[in-house]
Every structure is written in structure tokens, then in C-alpha cells.
């Protein structure tokens, strides 16, 4: 549509008849005549008015000429040109940049503001009004986002922060803008994208309150309470006993591409090329290539989505106490390039499951909304703007893999990873050995993953006594793992993991990768332990001798029994002279 009359002469005719094809486009997009945002200098569309209290503050205060997108009037979001678009960006700082720095935002966070435009309207207003008449330092937003970024940094109550804007209010001149309560606060930062969805949980992790189950009182399957049980044995009706918190990310990867420079960036992988054939980016793993063969018409479009999933638990009380347990669940896109998909302003926070106990097994209980959201995305999102192309696209998604230690592994595949069949590749044929005096479990067969000529495979007193040859088992395949699950063959396999529920899951070649930091510390640590003999991490200690001794390996090692005390023999012939020297050029290095 032509809008260089809002550039005329308000006593032209261009100008007259530009106003009146303003009206009837936003009477025709809006569907009504009586409530129509005011676009005239004064309102800046903060107020709403019938089609003639609009035309006549057209004329006699004329229009805002930085209103250039009418979309409070019906028109798409950013659908201007590239040049209208970038004015702002080539300034190279955003109105409301104290925003971003405060609580460390991107730029596509200010991308969508909800379904209703109004609120976004409503916090164009608090961005521009300061706190109170004749600051020129603060705003409205400004202020307000300060103030919940020390709640948050240090803790505060939100009885305890109503209190505070209480205060603020009071001690600021008369007109001020504080709000007066948590709730306030709250409905004004929710209009920035910051909103979420709290579910009640059962206590013994059976089933989430919603859908079917969203009006029950009692869990349907261990028939406790939903409600919190108070000190004096009594139901506090309408206090969850456990929450969880759930921030949908459909909304945001949209907002991802709302952003000119992040849509431009979320295509990236689409023009590198492997110049070594080495895998430097997921772009080059077998899952990916998979998705692109196996399903063309998602391969096809570069802005489809390839995710990963990662959760671990840790005390949010900064202590590292495992009394208390919260978990979060993280969405990486690894359509950006490898310097910004893993910064914090991409990674994406999408459940917290509170404690005090881990989920354990039924961590699947709380996934299942953001399991029917990746449903969604892998069907398709119709309508997401794509600021960088200047278009419409139908947006997909798929989850390649999770990224977990160890023991969380356990708890997202459904495989076991504790006991006598713990190696999720051996499987039933796991080759363990309970030790009698460590009272742990140790696996020793692992030499059969060495390449078939090693030295290694042939020794015999460095390890336990025996050569080892053959060859290493193949990993189970994604369909295969599933009709052990199914068919009830769950020797190795404590359920069916919910990740089956995404139809593209049992074709992929790699579903679950172990965290490799928790692996080389926790190895490290007992290695340099071990080595120096450091108290509390050294490895070597009596039952460790007992137990090689029971093995028939190293037996020059067993403890000696004096009167007295028990005595170790130093291991390969190490003095204390040599022992000391080694501490001091790893202390070096």
C-alpha cells in the first residue's frame, strides 16, 4: 500500500485520501469501527477511538510518520523492506537495549509480543514513559526490569518484593509510575515474552494435572493429594504440593526468526561446506544426513530446526548438599553456527521440574508437553515471518539427540546403567565382576574395542591375567531397542522411553551422547588421585589390593601385615623422592 501520503500536506488532497484508505484498511482488517488504535502524534496508538475521533486527530494533529507497519491497523508484523527494517539495527543500539543487558536478552526476544498487539502497544508506552514526571533517566520499563533483576540475582520473596515497590513508590515525587505489587510487575514484564505455564505434579511423579486429569484432586494412580500437606497434617486446598514449570518454545523459535541478523544466522549451515570431510558441526554427523535422505521434504527447506536436548540436576541453593534436587531441561539449535548455538541467549530453558527428590525414571511424566509441542514442530507451524527473506514459511522441527551424564542417560533412554548388564552396547552379554572387597562392580572386558593388532589385546599381568581377543558387539539400532521394549524383553531396558513417541526417533543412528566433561574430570580426578596419592581420591587402598589379589593380578602387591599397621607395596618401585618430584611437575603443567 502507497503511504507517502503521510509525508503530504495535511490540506492536500494526496493527504485526504490517504486517510481515508488508512480507515478503511484497518476497518476491513480489524472488523471494527469503535475500538481502533489513534495513529496521530499525540496517541502514537496508546489510545483506542471510534473511525471519526481518529479521522478528525489525523487531520488536526497529524499522523506518526515513524508509524511506518501499521500493525496495530492489520498489518504483518515486519513486512516493510529491507531498508525500513534495518533503520533501527544500523544504529547499532535498541530502544530497549537496558532490557537486553539487564537480563540477557537477544534482539528476536523483542521480536513477538504475544497474540495481542495491544500489549505490545501497552509496553511501548512503559518504555517511553518515564518513572515519574521530569526523570530523563529512567523509564517505566527501565526501572522495572532493574528492580526484578536484584530479585532475582538475590533471592528475594515476591512478598518481600511487593514490599519493595511499595517503598520505591513512596519515596519517588508523586505521579510515579512503580506498581505497587508483584502482580503488576509481572503482567507488564509477561508482555515481553516472559510468561510460562505452572502444572501441579503429583508428589510420587505419577502424572501431571493436565488434560484429563486437570480437575482431579487426587493422583488416579497412588491416590495421594494434589495438594500440600501443612505442618499441623492439614490440606492447604489450593497449594500444589509439587509444581513444575513449563516454557513453550514454539513461541520463541518464531521470535528467533523475527530477528533480520538471527534468521540469516539460523540458515548458516546451509552454504558451509566440510573442506576436510571432518565432522566439525553436527551439519556433518549421520543423523543429520538422515533426516535430509530419509525425509526430503524436511532436508529441503535449511530453516527446519535440528535440536538437541540436554538435562541434569543440581541444588539451586548453592550448596552442593544432594538433598535437594531441581531439574531443567535445555533445547540447543544447531542450525546456528558453532560461536553463538551454545551461547546462553540460545539455549533454551523449556521445563523446571522443582525437588527436593529427582524425577528418576519418571522424568518421561514431565516431558510429556514438550514431547507433544516437538509433535507439532515435526508435523508443521504454519505462518512463522521470516524477517531476513521478507516471507511466510511453514517451520519444522526434529530432536537428534539428548546430551546427559551418565546416570541421566539412564533415566531418558530407559536403559539400565547400574549393576552386572550396565554397558548399554554389550547389553545381556556385559562381562562384569562384582569385587568382594570393594563391593562395586568393575568391567573388564573393555580391551575388545582396541583395533584388532593392538599390543594390548595380547597382555596378560598388566591387566587381568588373560588375553583378549575377538570382536566388540555392534550398538543396537533405534528399531531394534524398540521392539525389545515392546515385546517385553527388558533385561538391559527399565522402560520405553517417551522420545519413541516422535516418529522420526527409532531411525536415528545416535539418540543419546554422553556429556563428555563429566566423563574426562571424574576419570582425570581419579588418575591424578590415584598418582599422588592424594587422601580422599586415591583409588589404592587396602581392598583394592585384596581384591587383585583375589583376581591373581599383581599379587607382588598384596598388603603386608605387620604388628602394628598394614603396609602397602609401592607400586612399579616408586620412592618418596620420585613421588615428590611428580607432584611438583604436574603442580608445572
Known sequence: MDKSWMHSDRRSKAYEFGVEAFLNFAVENLLTTTHIRCPCVKCVNLKLFG??????????????????????????????????????????????SFVSEEIDMDDNDFGDFGSDPYEFANVIGDGDQPVYPGCRKYTKLSALVKLYNLKAKHGMSDVCFTELLILQGDLLPEGNTIPTSMYEAKKTLCALGLSYEKMHACPNDCILYRKEYEDSTNCPTCGISRWKEGKDSILKEGVPAKVVWYFPPIPRFKRMFQSHETA??????????SIDGQMSHPADSPSWKLLDDKWPEFGNEPRNLRLALSSDGFNPHSSLSSRYSCWPVILVTYNLPPWLCMKRKFMMLTLLISGPKQPGNDIDVYLEPLIDDLKSLWVRIRGVYDAHNGEYFTLRAALMWTINDFPAYGNLSGCVVKGYKA?????????????????????????????????????????????????????????????????????????????????????????????????????????????????????????????????????????????????????????QEQRRERFVILSMV
Not at 80 to 91: G, I, L, M, P, W
Not at 264 to 273: G, P, V
Request: overall charge positive; some cysteine; proline content about 6%.
Open 51 to 96: 473511525v471519526g475521533i481518529i479521522r478528525d486527530h489525523v487531520y488536526f494533529n497529524g499522523i506518526d510518520q515513524s508509524y511506518k507497519n501499521w500493525t496495530f491497523h492489520g498489518e504483518p508484523w515486519e513486512a516493510t523492506t529491507n531498508a525500513s527494517r534495518n533503520v533501527e539495527e544500523d544504529d547499532g543500539h535498541s530502544r530497549y
Open 264 to 273: 540469516k544466522s539460523l540458515t548458516w549451515h546451509s552454504a558451509r561446506k
Open 423 to 575: 554397558c548399554p552396547i554389550c547389553g545381556d552379554d556385559t562381562p562384569s565382576h562384582r569385587l568382594k572387597n570393594g563391593h562395586k562392580i568393575c568391567y573388564i572386558w573393555h580391551r575388545k574395542w582396541l583395533p584388532i593388532n593392538h599390543p594390548y589385546r595380547r597382555q596378560r599381568a598388566a591387566f587381568n591375567g588373560k588375553p583378549k581377543y575377538g570382536i566388540p558387539p555392534e550398538p543396537l539400532t533405534g528399531e531394534e531397542v524398540l521392539h525389545m521394549v515392546e515385546n517385553g524383553d527388558r533385561v538391559c531396558w527399565k522402560k520405553k522411553s517417551i522420545f519413541f513417541d516422535l516418529e522420526y526417533w527409532k531411525y536415528l543412528p545416535v539418540r543419546h551422547a554422553l556429556d563428555v566433561m563429566h566423563i574426562e574430570k571424574n576419570v582425570c580426578d581419579s588418575i591424578i588421585g590415584t598418582l599422588l596419592e592424594i587422601p580422599g581420591k586415591n583409588k589404592d587402598g587396602i581392598a583394592a589390593r585384596l581384591d587383585l589379589l583375589n583376581m591373581g593380578v599383581k599379587t607382588d602387591l598384596q598388603p603386608k601385615y605387620g604388628e602394628r599397621r598394614t603396609r602397602l607395596p609401592l607400586r612399579l618401585g616408586i620412592c
